[in-house]
T-cell receptor
Framework: KAGVTQTPRYLIKTRGQQVTLSCSPI?????VSWYQQTPGQGLQFLFE???????NKGNFPGRFSGRQFSNSRSEMNVSTLELGDSALYLC??????????????FGDGTRLSIL | GDSVTQMEGPVTLSEEAFLTINCTYT??????LFWYVQYPGEGLQLLLK?????DKGSNKGFEATYRKETTSFHLEKGSVQVSDSAVYFC??????????FGPGTRLSVLP
């Protein structure tokens, strides 16, 4: 079974630009969550999508947005990039149903660097 | 809301030493508990899990027991190896949703 796939692995952008990151979940998983990981702030939750609807949202500004397609693939967009957006962005998928014990499965992340 | 607290480290041990990484949680319901490991340049990998009180999760020599009375899920390994050097995250989830992660503990094992 293929794991969670994130593309691209690395990105370099400049301030003010926008960026789109992609995540393909494990087949059959309907929940996709996005996290930002930085050395200073640790792992911070951005948002979760389930069946094309945003189900949960973290405390990030509106510049961070996402969407999920009917095949459960998800994209995350960041507009008007700032230096502080430099981070590893992780995607995680899970079945998403109300069932205890189901773990999240993570991709290897997209490393975004803002110059 | 739910939260997870764990020792942030870094923790530095010699090879074959005993490892304990403490994790405590606060939850309104009855969560499932997880330990994840992150190696350099990679995402998080599930290490072990437990879904009810007194359950013991184990994998690759690591163990953790779900202690409801102390709201804890401490990670232990009897003899660490250099290859165990990584960042370890404690996490909880209620009903397969709303995952909450601790800040992570960096472990360095010296030969």
């Amino acid at each position: 079974k293929a794991g969670v796939t994130q593309t691209p692995r690395y990105l370099i952008k400049t301030r003010g630009q926008q960026v789109t990151l992609s995540c393909s979940p494990i087949s059959g998983h309907r929940s996709v969550s996005w996290y930002q990981q930085t050395p200073g702030q640790g792992l911070q939750f951005l948002f979760e999508y389930f069946s094309e609807t945003q189900r949960n949202k973290g405390n990030f500004p509106g510049r961070f947005s996402g969407r999920q397609f009917s095949n459960s693939r998800s994209e995350m967009n960041v507009s008007t990039l700032e230096l502080g957006d430099s981070a590893l962005y992780l995607c995680a998928s899970s079945p998403g149903y109300d069932r205890p014990g189901q773990p999240q499965h993570f991709g290897d992340g997209t490393r975004l660097s803002i110059l | 809301g739910d939260s997870v607290t764990q020792m942030e480290g870094p923790v530095t041990l010699s090879e074959e030493a005993f490892l304990t990484i403490n994790c405590t949680y606060t939850a309104t319901g009855y969560p499932s508990l997880f330990w994840y490991v992150q190696y350099p340049g990679e995402g998080l990998q599930l290490l072990l899990k437990a879904t009810k009180a007194d359950d013991k999760g184990s994998n690759k020599g690591f163990e953790a027991t779900y202690r409801k009375e102390t709201t804890s899920f401490h990670l232990e390994k009897g003899s660490v190896q250099v290859s165990d050097s990584a960042v370890y995250f404690c996490a909880l989830s209620e009903s397969g949703q709303n995952f909450v992660f601790g800040p992570g503990t960096r472990l360095s094992v010296l030969p």
